[in-house]
T-cell receptor
Framework: DAKTTQPPSMDCAEGRAANLPCNHS???????VYWYRQIHSQGPQYIIH???NNETNEMASLIITEDRKSSTLILPHATLRDTAVYYC?????????????FGDGTTLTVKP | KAGVTQTPRYLIKTRGQQVTLSCSPI?????VSWYQQTPGQGLQFLFE???????NKGNFPGRFSGRQFSNSRSEMNVSTLELGDSALYLC????????????FGPGTRLTVL
């Protein structure tokens, strides 16, 4: 699986959009980009995933660059409860999908 | 529907003992993966089971083993516990793999004294 690079920490003001970047320059054509978050001492929570098109769900939007070498997770209106570690991972969409390689993630702190 | 459940939630063992952790996936999910999370190493993949067969394996010693039952429930076993095995052990389930998202359980916090 391709390696990802994320900034170790970011701050965001409550109510503002949080934009979390991720670099995955060695991504392969059959690898998906997934985002998870982990609130302290809980299991990671799935947020969103995509292959090459931008995706949106009730939690967030995922913007993937045309060359697929980077992506941005957007939380449109961050709340204090969005404070967590956010993981960007890339994973092959086949039988290896049960194996996810997590990096160090980005610790997002939402401030009032 | 119910999420991924893991038992026990907390466990204290001593060095040299063995431990068995249990994971019940979301109903209908056939893939179960196990991860170890420690402050120093982060989240590391242990192994994945699909339809009672180990499909993927991470870089952990043979003291770490697992199995999956016909109802997709999974157990992992750690023998001859070491202090460094203290960690949060997470289980994740998905329907079949592919591009399906994984849903994680709350984890089992293992402390080895």
């Amino acid at each position: 699986d391709a390696k990802t690079t994320q900034p170790p920490s970011m701050d965001c003001a409550e109510g503002r959009a949080a934009n979390l970047p991720c670099n995955h320059s060695t991504i392969s054509g059959n690898e998906y980009v997934y985002w998870y978050r982990q609130i302290h001492s809980q299991g990671p929570q799935y947020i969103i995933h995509g292959l090459k098109n931008n995706e949106t769900n009730e939690m967030a939007s995922l913007i993937i660059t045309e060359d697929r070498k980077s992506s941005t997770l957007i939380l449109p209106h961050a709340t204090l409860r969005d404070t967590a570690v956010y993981y960007c991972i890339v994973r092959v969409g086949n039988t290896n999908a049960g194996k996810s390689t997590f990096g160090d993630g980005t610790t997002l702190t939402v401030k009032p | 529907k119910a999420g991924v459940t893991q038992t026990p939630r907390y466990l204290i063992k001593t060095r040299g003992q063995q431990v068995t952790l249990s994971c019940s996936p979301i109903s209908g999910h056939r893939s179960v993966s196990w991860y170890q999370q420690t402050p120093g190493q982060g989240l590391q993949f242990l192994f994945e089971y699909f339809s009672e067969t180990q499909r993927n394996k991470g870089n952990f010693p043979g003291r770490f083993s697992g199995r999956q039952f016909s109802n997709s429930r999974s157990e992992m076993n750690v023998s001859t516990l070491e202090l460094g095995d203290s960690a949060l052990y997470l289980c994740a389930s998905s329907w079949s793999g592919g591009d399906n998202e994984q849903f994680f359980g709350p984890g089992t916090r293992l402390t080895v004294l």
